[in-house]
């Protein structure tokens, strides 16, 4: 298996676009996260899945986030409007029931 | 809300000195587990502690998880500069659906040769 894949590595925006990220988890897991990273807030569980369902998305900063997985093979993150606060890491990791999460490598987002 | 506390945030040691970074969790944890993120990357996986008072080694790594299974502790013997990252541990909250995974703030390790 490949791992947990993000798209894009890296993403330029301008503040107000819209902006979504993707991820891929890992075959066979069950549940799938999605964390932000700054050097201020460390990183913040944004909301996480379990078969599918969203389970707790109490992280989502506000209504400009939204996430879905509409399968067990894929999930997006989307902002809109973005903000230069948005600025950050994004990762996602799956897991599968109480075991490791596995983190892709990361979106590095800049809102300008 | 739920809260898992690392300290400390930063530790700058000599090479051949020890480490020790300590996670506190707010609620009882289902099982701890740590992690490592080298500079530019992602976290990866170390080990995950279930047991109360449970202790595992990983050769110059040792973890330990508290009688109350609400703290946890990982100790480097003799750091080296391929221990230079900043460790996470991640609380699995007990009776949470679905093993929510709460991370803390994490410590990041600067060795110097």
């Known amino acids: 298996d490949a791992g947990v894949i993000q798209s894009p590595r890296h993403e330029v925006t301008e503040m107000g676009q819209e902006v979504t990220l993707r991820c891929k988890p890992i075959?066979?897991?069950?549940?799938l996260f999605w964390y932000r990273q700054t050097m201020m807030r460390g990183l913040e569980l944004l909301i996480y899945?379990?078969?599918?369902?969203?389970?707790?998305d109490s992280g989502m900063p506000e209504d400009r986030f939204s996430a879905k997985m509409p399968n067990a093979s894929f999930s997006t993150l989307k902002i809109q409007p973005s903000e230069p606060r948005d600025s950050a890491v994004y990762f996602c990791?799956?897991?599968?029931?109480?075991?490791?999460?596995?983190f892709g490598q990361g979106t590095r987002l800049t809102v300008v | 809300g739920q809260q898992v506390m690392q300290i400390p945030q930063y530790q700058h040691v000599q090479e051949g000195e020890d480490f020790t970074t300590y996670c506190n969790s707010s609620?009882?944890?289902?099982?701890i587990q740590w992690y490592k993120q080298r500079p530019g990357g992602h976290p990866v996986f170390l080990i995950q502690?279930?047991?109360?008072?449970e202790v595992k080694k990983q050769k110059r790594l040792t973890f330990q998880f508290g009688e109350a299974k609400k703290n946890s502790s990982l100790h480097i013997t003799a750091t080296q500069t391929t221990d230079v990252g900043t460790y996470f541990c991640a609380g699995r909250m007990i009776y949470n659906q679905g093993g929510k995974l709460i991370f803390g703030q994490g410590t990041e390790l600067s060795v110097k040769p």
């Open positions: 609620t009882t944890l289902s099982n």
């Open positions: 990791a799956s897991f599968w029931a109480n075991t490791e999460a596995f």
């Open positions: 502690l279930v047991k109360s008072g």
């Open positions: 075959s066979g897991h069950n549940s």
């Open positions: 899945f379990n078969n599918n369902v969203p389970i707790d």
